[in-house]
């Protein structure tokens, strides 16, 4: 049953950033620059430590409210999120940061050779999305912890958050002009940043069309840059559950259930298609899903005993309905749970379980990025042939699942689907990646995989200068054959 509950978005800031806002934002990063890059490593990694310490303590409560009022998280989401990621985002980026610097080359007798990690040339543009207050914070963060300066573009829908994560960050002893967060759509902001000849990379996480629009952008722009920038992108993703008919019944139905439906399904990893064996489904997994999907309470967040909230905004809720309604006048789909949507106080959408004969339907291929689970039942004995059509329908590469318990099916499937996820599981839900346990992000349409929380991302906000000291330069030209 759900309880209605009129939620509150944006209780930010809300002015939409003009062409002049973001000219100020790009002067103010390009004139902290040479500040921020004469400090040393330890300095700059010492304000983000600090940033961790304080979420750890004070601010645990203010960054975790902003999250649940702001973006309609319960309690549990938020504090994986805004606090538990954060933080290790914080501190484990030190650590990766510090071992990237410790990486040199080899130096043959009489001579130093060395690499100097410049950070780029120009300003970073960081563009974040809604749906995790962690990553908006960490894409700003990361390329400033490496000498870079940043215009961050926060969504309207986190503002709430990421107003007291900038907050945090200055708390913590962030100088002026090292972060500088603009609002709004970001429109008037790309227009500014994208044309500036000092952009030196894009951080941007959210779907995507919109990072294949500033990639465009860019291309078009290229003749003007100083440096090639830097685009790093993690995208959108169209996550699949694939189970074997050996998979356990119980740890799959949990799956299915945290991996769809927490924080609304409203996570770039978040399982939105599934494919189960007949003899599983109709040996209880199609009863028990149904079930539980049915008894999750959506409603007020500030309320406890409610699973999840609102889905974020009035557009994410019209998309879910109109693939509601797509689904119920699709002859190939039977809604077995949920299917509908209330947007009479807040925005509503109930945990949704499509079984759906036609795997080719876009059920299986459209990122919807909420509470929708396509399933498609399958004989046992065609898992193979299952799990080829899986591995290309959608145009995206995140995350994805196998449940087995057969061993020679989680190998065969690990390989048949080397390509088909950045962050592939056995036997767990596609969500939930720990950073420094599971580092994060995908290929195909689901971005650049530069893998957020490790030192893969970091690498991309420097540009290494190689310097080769001789100790004894040669005075004599010639070679030893001359005599
Ligand atoms: N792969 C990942 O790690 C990951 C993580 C989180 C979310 N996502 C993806 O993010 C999407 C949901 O997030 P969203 O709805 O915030 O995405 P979105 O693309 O609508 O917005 C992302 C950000 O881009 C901004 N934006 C849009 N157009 C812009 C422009 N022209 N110039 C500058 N900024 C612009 C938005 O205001 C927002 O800040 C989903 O597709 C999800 O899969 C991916
Ligand atoms: N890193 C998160 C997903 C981030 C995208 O929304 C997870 O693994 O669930």
């Not at 062409?19 to 004469?38: G, H």
């Not at 310490?53 to 999120?81: C, F, H, M």
């Not at 059920?363 to 299952?386: C, K, N, Q, S």
């Not at 994805?400 to 080397?418: H, I, M, P, Q």
């Amino acid at each position: 049953m759900v309880q209605p509950h009129r939620h509150r978005h944006v209780l930010g800031v809300t002015h939409n950033a003009t062409n002049a806002d973001a000219a100020a934002a790009v002067t103010a990063a390009k004139k902290a620059a040479p500040m921020w890059r004469a400090l040393s490593y330890a300095d700059r990694a010492a304000i983000f430590l600090r940033a961790a310490d304080l979420l750890a303590g004070p601010w645990r409560d203010t960054l975790n409210g902003a999250t649940i009022l702001g973006q309609s998280k319960s309690v549990y989401q938020a504090e994986i999120d805004a606090a538990c990621e954060l933080i290790d985002f914080l501190r484990f980026n030190v650590h990766f940061g510090q071992n990237l610097l410790a990486e040199q080359p080899l130096s043959s007798a009489g001579m130093w050779n060395r690499f100097d990690h410049r950070p780029l040339e120009g300003f970073v543009y960081a563009v974040t999305p809604f749906n995790f207050t962690a990553i908006a914070g960490n894409l700003p963060a990361a390329p400033a912890l490496m000498g870079n300066t940043v215009v961050w573009k926060p969504s309207p829908t986190q503002q709430f958050a990421a107003h007291f994560t900038m907050r945090l960050f200055e708390a913590a002893g962030l100088p002026p002009g090292v972060i500088n967060m603009v609002t709004g759509d970001g429109i008037a902001v790309s227009e500014v940043a994208l044309a500036d000849p000092d952009l030196a990379g894009i951080h941007f996480t959210g779907s995507t069309k919109t990072f294949q629009t500033l990639w465009q952008t860019v291309g078009q722009n290229l003749t003007g840059y100083r440096s090639y920038p830097r685009l790093v992108g993690e995208t959108g993703g169209k996550d699949f559950v694939i189970a074997h008919a050996s998979a356990e019944p119980d740890g799959l139905v949990t799956a299915l259930v945290r991996g769809a439906f927490e924080y609304q399904g409203q996570k770039c990893s978040a399982a939105s298609r599934a494919y189960v064996p007949r003899s599983l489904w109709e040996g209880g997994v199609r009863d028990a899903l149904a079930a539980t999907a049915d008894s999750l309470t959506y409603g007020d967040v500030t309320d406890l005993a409610n699973f999840g909230g609102a889905v974020i905004d009035a557009r994410a809720f019209a998309k879910h309905a109109a693939a509601l309604d797509l689904v119920k006048n699709s002859a190939s789909c039977t809604v077995i749970a949920g299917g509908t949507a209330d947007d009479s106080e807040g925005w509503f959408v109930r945990p949704t379980v499509v079984e759906c004969g036609d795997p080719e339907h876009e059920i299986f291929t459209t990122e919807y990025f909420g509470p929708i689970l396509a399933v498609h039942v399958y004989d046992d004995a065609r898992f193979e042939d299952v799990v080829k059509q899986a591995e290309g329908i959608a145009p995206y590469a995140l995350t994805g699942s196998v449940f087995a318990t057969d061993r020679r099916a989680v190998d065969w499937a690990s390989n048949a689907l080397r390509y088909a996820a950045g962050n592939f599981y056995i036997n767990d839900k596609p969500t939930g990646a720990v950073v420094g346990q599971q580092p994060f992000g995908g290929a195909r349409a689901s971005g650049t995989n530069d893998k957020a929380g490790s030192w893969h991302n970091l690498i991309r906000w420097t540009s290494p200068r190689t310097i080769k000291e001789t100790f004894v330069p040669p005075t004599d030209h010639t070679y030893p054959h001359m005599g």
